[in-house]
């Protein structure tokens, strides 16, 4: 059946507006970025093949490039069709190490159980880490974290789903090695929330 | 002054880019700022670009500028707290020519303000980012000239010579004698250069509602503060930190708790303090508020027409 769908080629589905798209979703990124737990929208600027999404699709075609390396987790390597999409149109090597990752795409957050196997950065380079992009389904219905921190005016909740295994243990894991570690991104359906490494998360009495 | 434009510039309209930086150095620039954000107060390398106008009139903010700039911006440029100075006009000019943005003066209506070393009196407020031009940014390099010996002391919050520098300062003058680039301390992990803003300037970081991003252009670096983040000056319980007071209101719009600038009236001596912030000033005076040089009658008119 040859139905088409804009990304028919890999060659397609890329920002119609480079210049223009690629500032609009670096502002909602970085508004999201300062304000963790804020939820920003995200235009529908990019056409990837499935099931990468189009926010985190928009996101890695603003952030990366030759100098970025970029992994991908399982669901989306089943076949060459994504990794091909990112490296023609943004020209970042595909690595299999998140050792290695300037970024990270994760299609499947739920099977992703350890964050800490991705660039932290060093102490004294703290901002060579891994950027790890989560494609969650909501930004709002999910379980939700209580969020404090720079940004953060008192304190705000996020709700993402689906999350990492035992994700409050890892990211305190990840929060006790700052400055280093990780920067989470929250890709949801048209829309972007983030949680820098500087967020807390704060424990719910039961 | 020469404008800082260059010929090739004004007359190449259609070839340059949005904003003139190349997608690939606003990717990089993009990047270190979003790093910059996710680690307060420290100080991200870049690979900062030579940009059409010398180094000391704010390349550093400029790129910065540059990469997060939008058509929708509304941009204002301050240079000591005036939005008149070339050096202001010339930053203005410079992105409505090649990001066509619109530009101001009035602090409430832009959604970026560029500035050289003052920040608005006029407390800012969310979805606002002001962008501070850095000429050194490093706090610690009067104290240690090599950068990998400063990274490390950043690495380990090997702060203490800073401290013993201030206490010195303190001995010497009885009182912390640094008034401009008074460091700070941000979130308390990274001491930070507040780039040579007034130590008047210095509280209105802390828990600020915008944000703030720092652009050192010859010394290739870019740092951040978040809205509603801990900023604080470095000090001692025996001297605590204190902004400078001024014993006369503005002579032009009699504003009081403001940073005033000195300026000469005559060759016999004759001085007046007025607000460095000139669109405050402008404001204020547009609301009626008279200062000793300009008389109190139109405020007494004011009252009269109620
Ligand atoms: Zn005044």
């Known amino acids: ?74 669901a989306l ?3 060459n069709a994504i990794k091909d999409w990112i490296v023609f149109h ?51 219905e999910g379980v939700a974290l209580t969020l404090e921190g720079p940004g953060i005016k008192d304190r705000t909740t996020l709700a993402p789903a689906p999350m990492p295994q035992h994700f409050s243990e890892q990211w305190m894991a990840n929060r006790q090695a700052f400055p280093r570690g990780i920067d989470l991104i929250l890709a949801g359906p048209g829309s972007v929330a983030a949680m820098p490494r500087s967020t807390r998360l704060i424990r719910k009495e039961a | ?34 790093k910059g954000i996710a680690i307060p107060g420290y100080q991200v390398p870049f690979a900062s670009r030579e940009m059409p106008m010398p180094y000391g009139w704010g ?27 070339t050096n202001a006009v010339s930053i203005r000019a410079f992105f409505a020519k090649t990001a066509g943005v619109a530009t101001t003066t009035a602090t409430p209506d832009a959604t970026i303000i560029q500035t050289r070393h003052r920040i608005p009196e006029t407390p800012l407020h969310a979805g606002q980012v002001l962008v501070y031009q850095v000429p050194i940014p490093e706090p610690l390099r009067f104290l240690e000239p090599r950068e990998t010996e400063t990274r490390k002391m950043h690495a ?6 800073m401290h013993v520098k201030l206490y010195e300062d303190i001995a010497r ?3 912390i004698a640094t008034t401009y680039a008074y460091p700070v301390k941000v979130e308390g992990r990274y001491v930070m250069d507040p780039s040579p803003t007034p130590k008047f300037d210095n509280p209105k970081m802390h828990q600020s509602e915008a944000l703030q991003l720092f652009g050192a252009g010859r010394e290739k670096r870019i740092y951040a503060v978040p809205p509603h983040t801990n900023v604080v000056s470095l000090d001692f ?61 139109p405020v007494v008119e004011k009252e009269a027409a109620i």
Not at chain 1, 110 to 122: C, I, K, M, R, V
Not at chain 2, 156 to 161: A, D, I, R, S
Request: with cysteine; net charge negative; aromatic share 6%.
């Open chain 2, 237 to 297: 319980e025996d001297h605590p930190f204190e902004i400078q007071h001024f014993t006369e209101p503005c002579a032009l719009c009699g504003a009081e708790q403001v940073y005033l600038d000195e300026v000469v009236l005559d060759d016999k001596g004759g001085r007046m303090f007025v607000c460095s912030d000139t669109h405050h000033c402008e404001s204020r005076r547009a609301e009626g508020h008279r200062g000793a040089l300009l008389g109190d009658e």
């Open chain 2, 156 to 161: 380990l919050e090997e702060y203490g010579l």
């Open chain 2, 1 to 34: 002054m020469t404008a800082p434009m260059t010929e090739t510039n004004t007359q190449n309209l259609a070839s340059y880019n949005f904003a003139y930086l190349d997608e690939q150095t606003k990717r990089m620039i993009r990047r270190a700022i979003l």
């Open chain 1, 77 to 79: 390597t089943k076949t």
């Open chain 2, 59 to 85: 390349t550093g903010g400029v790129q910065v500028t540059a990469a997060i700039i939008g058509r929708d911006d509304v941009l204002k440029v301050i240079d000591q707290g005036a939005d008149d100075t």
């Open chain 2, 173 to 175: 003058n009885g009182r």
């Open chain 1, 90 to 140: 943004t020209g970042a090597p595909i690595t299999a190490y998140q050792s290695e990752a300037a970024f990270a795409v994760v299609a499947a957050p739920q099977s992703l159980s350890a964050l800490n196997g991705f660039s932290l950065g060093t102490q004294e380079f703290p901002d060579r880490s891994t950027s790890v992009i989560l494609q969650v389904t909501t930004l709002t």
């Open chain 1, 1 to 74: 059946m040859a139905h088409s769908t804009p990304a028919a080629s890999i060659y397609e589905g890329g920002f119609a507006d480079p210049v223009g798209a690629s500032q609009t979703v670096f502002r909602a990124l970085m508004d999201a970025m300062a304000r963790p737990g804020t939820v920003h929208a995200l235009p529908a600027v990019t056409a990837p093949p499935a099931p990468l999404t189009a926010s985190a699709s928009a996101l890695i075609a603003t952030l990366a490039d030759a100098d970025t390396p970029v992994w991908l987790d399982p």
